[in-house]
């Protein structure tokens, strides 16, 4: 099992960003308040926000690393990435949006990889719809499949429940939460929300205004909190 | 008593604001047909279509025809990198260099003429280093298409900046992830989420390269069937029959106004 460690410095507005983590088999959750720079720590594990220095290593291979100038090009990392608003290709169908990252010769191979990715997700029967014809669930399982579809180190899911319904955010969070249990591939999951981390993630890690404030488990720190934000955090899990 | 006063005044005032707004409004709108009505209405068909019969008609069609299409290829070909790479670009120095692109809007067209010579004449900047390859661009069809694209690349570049700007980066960013190299990230995202305003601005592009005039003037001369585009010909029809000048217009007028529904038409989709 490849594990995902990350430790990198950086600047984000007007804050210092100083994030150290690591995925391993088991979901991690990013967690804290709006503008702590949980998306920025997203982006540049990803690759697409220089750092200003620490490393990024996947099973041991660094992707960035400024000490030993290393600093793999985003397409070169192989990390899955679903964005917020989850960024599909508004002029291809769910098919093609899927298929353009799989690696295949032939666009007939990279279609047939595309559907059943798809199918893997039950949205088979999406393939030829574009993304304005989606609903939230829907075009959550298709940013999905595209991020698997290209067979990723890692994945790093950025809010992948808060522009959902809340009537379809259940089914959906069970669902992810059961795909992310059986695909055992070093994931982070930037949320906002108690109840993702208790069905998405065993570890925690809390950041506010750009530094690590707490690591562990929901239960560890529901039991010490600390920080004002943990404790409403913790608090507010149903 | 100031009671009926004031209420007499208001009464006046209601009934003088419409029609003082009218009356402006009328003078804008016969100052924008009036010329539209000259040309349409003070020849008969049969004259029109004599006047298109000039000999200097064909060699004019044909040259504009030539000249605003290779301008075009140059803007839309040197122009769409420019804008993608000042769309991702926020520092200072892009928003001046994308200031400056744009200048040739506000240029008085005198002033584009004295500046192209100035660069690419044979006393310019470029003037000496051109002689010595044997390259004289002044008064050549070089020198149109030179004027051309001056004065119409901002209409394109403009238009591509704010289409690459309005871009979703999260979408930029999933496709790098996904592997793709900047280059696949622009010819299978960014281009074609941008064509519709890529398409829109090269409309106008194209149709400010049809009308140069002054700088096509001074800078490449009018010589017939060498540097004399439309509008030159229509310059030159004035002095000997106003018929083939009108004509000229008329079709001059029909691909603009086609040109400019198009355009509305793209930016209502």
Not at chain 1, 200 to 220: S, Y
Not at chain 2, 224 to 243: H, K
Request: net charge positive; proline share 6%.
């Amino acid at each position: 099992m490849t594990a995902l460690e990350v430790a990198v410095r950086g600047h984000v507005g007007a804050f210092a960003l100083d994030v150290a983590l690591t995925a391993g088999e088991a979901p991690l959750a990013l967690v804290g308040p709006n503008g702590a720079g949980k998306t920025s720590t997203l982006l540049m594990i990803l690759g697409a926000l220089p750092p200003d220095g620490g490393h990024v290593a996947l099973g041991g291979a660094a992707l960035y690393d400024r000490a030993r100038g290393v600093d793999v090009a985003v397409e070169d990392r192989r990390l899955g990435f679903v964005p917020q608003r989850y960024g599909l290709f508004p002029h291809m169908d769910a098919r093609d949006n899927v298929a353009y990252g799989v690696r295949a010769r032939s666009r007939t191979a990279r279609r047939e990889r595309a559907l059943a990715v798809l199918a893997e997700l039950d949205a088979a029967a999406l393939a030829t719809r574009r993304p304005p014809e989606l609903s939230g669930g829907e075009l959550q399982r298709v940013a999905l499949a595209r991020a698997l579809a290209c067979e990723p180190r890692a994945l790093l899911l950025d809010e992948p429940l808060a522009a959902l319904d809340v009537s379809v955010r259940a089914d959906v969070r069970r669902f992810l939460a059961q795909r992310l249990r059986a695909w055992r591939i070093p994931t982070v999951v930037v949320t906002h929300d108690p109840d993702d981390v208790a069905a998405l993630a065993n570890d925690v890690v809390v950041l506010e205004a750009g530094a690590v404030v707490q690591t562990g488990t929901l239960a560890a720190l529901a039991a010490r909190p600390a920080t004002d934000f943990v404790r409403r955090f913790t608090s507010g899990s149903s | 008593m100031p009671e009926p006063l004031t209420a007499a005044r208001g009464r006046f005032a209601r009934a003088a604001w419409p029609v003082t707004l009218g009356a402006l409004a009328g003078v804008m709108l016969l100052l924008a047909l009036l010329p539209l009505a000259g040309l349409l209405f003070t020849a008969t068909p049969a004259e029109l279509a004599a006047g298109l019969g000039d000999p200097l008609v064909g060699p004019a069609v044909r040259l504009t025809l030539a000249t605003t299409t290779v301008s075009l290829a140059l803007v839309v070909a040197c122009g769409t990198p420019l804008a993608w790479l000042l769309a991702r670009r926020r520092g200072r120095l892009a928003r001046v260099v994308e200031t400056l692109v744009e200048l040739p809007v506000v240029l008085p067209p005198a002033v584009a003429g004295v500046a192209l010579l100035l660069a690419f004449g044979r006393r310019g900047l470029l003037g000496g280093p051109l002689a010595a390859l044997g390259i004289g661009l002044p008064f050549s069809r070089a020198a149109v298409v030179l004027a051309q694209s001056f004065v119409a690349a901002p209409f394109y570049v403009q238009a591509a900046l704010v289409a690459f700007r309005r871009l979703d980066p999260e979408v930029v960013v999933v496709a790098r992830s996904l592997g793709a190299s900047p280059a696949r990230v622009f010819f299978t995202i960014a281009a074609p989420l941008a064509a519709p305003a890529l398409g829109g601005g090269a409309a106008l592009c194209w149709a400010r390269a049809l009308g140069e005039f002054g700088a096509t003037l001074m800078f490449a001369g009018n010589l017939v069937g060498r540097t004399q585009t439309l509008p030159l010909a229509i310059y030159a029809a004035l002095e000997t029959d106003v018929r083939t000048a009108q004509s000229l217009s008329l079709v001059l007028v029909a691909v603009a106004g086609a040109l400019l529904v198009a355009v509305r038409a793209g930016r209502a989709r």
